[in-house]
């Protein structure tokens, strides 16, 4: 529902605010992300600001339901909202709030708590929009136990050499996954799927995450990308009927056409990837890094917990890549106490506040000097901080106002592909039909 009266729906959203302690008199207000890692995170951080911080610029968060969330914040601004002071942004909607919003200068101790890579999620048109605080890209997550079986198994490497000549037209020895390029994935995808080889130990090789979504998009693009696909040219054309984007579309269809994956991959987003991983039952999933806490806990899964290597998607012709999108913060245009808020916002981008972060459960990406400080109790962000650093993109366009449509669009599209409901010509002509006239200037 949208929103006709912005009195009012700030006024239901200030009831439903559950302020930090002890500050009724906060000058500086920041409008956060709600629920999990993300708020806890900003609350042990604000709470840490506020110690040393004045009276006038204190800090008081404010959150909104999740549901709808990006629509609510976009009527506010647009209506010219002054109740927060500092509110989130994302790498996939930047471009929505850009014109709300003023860029801010962090400095230059920001590079090197962060890195280049990964303050470029927080840019739009070259300026700086906001401090990345959490950061999203993707692991390959795989059965350390079977890999290395194969690999120790001559009888077995001449099945894999076996179908992977018969599927990809070439006989390819078994890798460690470290080492894999996109054909040593499928061909290990394909080996350890039943419908495939009937001696496989496990069900399926991989798990596809091909529902109509628009998140899915993001999991399945670094495939293209790192065969040269991107969304755009540097003269603003669509190149999205790339042969990067036609090869990377056939793989995963002959994949899933060959059983690599369960049948009902068509409806599988992220936690229907994290079931069918965490049951024993697969032998690869590219899936969030999100995942990795509960896939490496005992307790959560127990039948893989032990045995589950991670390592970053594999490469293509033009290398190795990894989609990356963050959450941050920025400046409201029509703050109204933008001197504190831009206070604020500096000693966020510091490393003492990223330290902070992490240990109170963000996700942060870190320069590994940085991360290095936080190793022990958060060993995942030396994975994240790493694979963001050195193979971390941003398509070209993905941080325009109409990202989201463009990633929805693609779904739509490439899932009707997948399905056998278009052809790939179709599917790629609708694509960059739609995508020409989302992203004109």
């Known amino acids: 529902m949208k929103l006709k009266h912005i009195s009012s729906a700030l006024l239901a959203l200030m009831l439903s605010v559950a302020a930090l302690p002890g500050l009724a008199n906060a000058k500086v207000v920041v409008l956060g992300w709600p629920g999990g890692s993300e708020e806890t995170a900003l609350r042990a951080t604000a709470e840490l600001y506020n110690k040393t911080a004045s009276d006038a610029d204190k800090v008081e968060l404010l959150f909104f339901n999740r549901d709808g969330f990006f629509d609510k914040l976009q009527a506010d601004m647009a209506a010219g909202s002054n109740a927060f002071d500092v509110n989130l942004v994302a790498t996939y909607s930047i471009g929505r709030y850009a014109p709300y919003m003023e860029p801010i200068e962090l400095g230059a101790d920001a590079s090197k708590v962060f890195g280049d890579t990964v303050l470029k999620t927080m840019q739009f048109d070259g300026k700086q929009y906001g401090v990345p605080t959490d950061l999203s890209l993707h692991f390959m997550y795989y059965r350390k136990d079977l890999v290395d079986a194969l690999i120790a198994d001559p009888d077995a490497k001449a099945k894999y050499a076996e179908i992977s000549k018969k599927y990809l037209g070439k006989e390819l020895a078994p890798k460690q996954p470290d080492d894999w390029t996109w054909d040593d994935w499928a061909a290990t995808s394909l080996y350890f799927s039943k419908q495939v080889n009937r001696q496989s130990p496990v069900r399926y090789g991989t798990v596809l995450q091909m529902k109509n979504l628009l998140f899915n998009m993001m999991v399945f693009q670094s495939l293209p990308r790192s065969y040269g696909g991107d969304w755009m040219d540097a003269s603003g054309n669509v190149t999205i009927d790339s042969d990067a984007y036609k090869t990377a579309l056939k793989l995963y269809k002959m994949l899933y056409d060959a059983g690599a994956s369960p049948k009902d991959s068509l409806s599988y987003e992220y936690a229907e990837t994290n079931a069918a991983f965490s049951s024993g039952q697969a032998a690869t999933a590219l899936q969030w890094n999100a995942a990795a806490a509960e896939l490496t806990d005992a307790k959560k899964s ?66 590994p000097d940085v991360v290095a400080k936080v190793a022990k109790e958060r060993p995942d962000l030396v994975k994240l901080g790493e694979f963001a650093s050195k193979y971390g993109y941003v398509m070209t366009g993905a941080t325009s106002a109409k990202a989201l449509s463009v990633y929805e669009l693609q779904a739509k599209e490439f899932t009707g592909y997948w399905s056998g409901q278009q052809s790939l010509e179709d599917a790629l002509a609708h694509t960059k039909a739609g995508m020409q006239d989302l992203l004109k200037k």
């Open 302 to 367: 127990p039948a893989v917990a032990d045995v589950t290597g991670i390592v970053a998607p594999p490469a293509g012709p033009n290398g190795r890549v990894d989609h990356i999108h963050g959450l941050g913060l920025g400046l409201n245009k029509n703050a109204q106490n933008k001197e504190g808020a831009i206070k604020f916002l500096k000693w966020l981008s510091s490393e003492d506040a990223a330290l902070a972060y992490a240990r109170a459960g963000g996700s942060p990406a870190l320069t």
